[in-house]
């Protein structure tokens, strides 16, 4: 019992740590223009029409889908994580990434169609709609969004690394 009561304090620590770096890394990037490289401001090549709109006026909501389930799959290896050298917490983070991104992606599609749709109209179909073009969408487009985050997602990455860490350290079980 004592350990389920340590893994949930880890969860919630990585959710609500990870989510709040990456709303402020977020807008302090958008603030500076990223660093003067005007990739997520102006200059972007999707600077117009939907995908500006969804991914910097709802930014918040697709952060916390990517924290949901960072924070899973952080506490879920964290005991591993923790016994490794730095080889192995480098593939573990590796590992972290791609699971959170593959588990992600489906549900940031899901989300942008219904933006869409709560901004105009609801179709007859449109459960239908969020969970077969959501998804699929999601899973097919959502890895360019994610190329063109930069330098924002090599940070979370970084970021990320260091998160995970100390979260296991602080929560390490035996």
């Keep these: ?27 302090f990037l958008n603030l500076f223009d990223n660093f ?23 930014c918040v909501f697709y952060i916390f889908i990517v924290c949901f389930f960072y924070g899973i799959f952080a506490v879920l290896s964290s005991n591993k994580f923790i016994k ?3 080889f192995g917490q480098i593939v573990w983070m590796f590992l972290i990434i791609v699971l959170t ?13 219904y933006l869409d749709m709560s901004s105009g109209y609801f179709p007859d179909n449109w459960f239908y ?33 260091f998160l995970t860490k100390a979260g296991s350290k602080y929560f390490q079980t035996k």
């Design 1 to 27: 019992m004592k350990k389920v009561c340590i893994k949930t304090k880890q969860l919630i620590f990585y959710w609500i740590t990870s989510f709040l770096s990456g709303v402020i890394l977020y807008f």
């Design 36 to 58: 003067g490289l005007g990739l997520m401001g102006n200059g972007h090549p999707f600077e117009m029409g939907l995908y500006r709109d969804y991914l910097n006026d709802y």
């Design 84 to 86: 490794s050298g730095i």
């Design 101 to 113: 991104i593959l588990t992600s992606l489906p549900f940031g599609g899901i989300l942008t169609y």
């Design 129 to 161: 709609i969020l969970l077969t073009k959501g998804i699929s969408d999601g899973i097919l487009s959502g890895w360019f969004f994610i190329v063109i985050s930069f330098p924002y997602n090599i940070l979370c990455a970084v970021g990320g690394y």
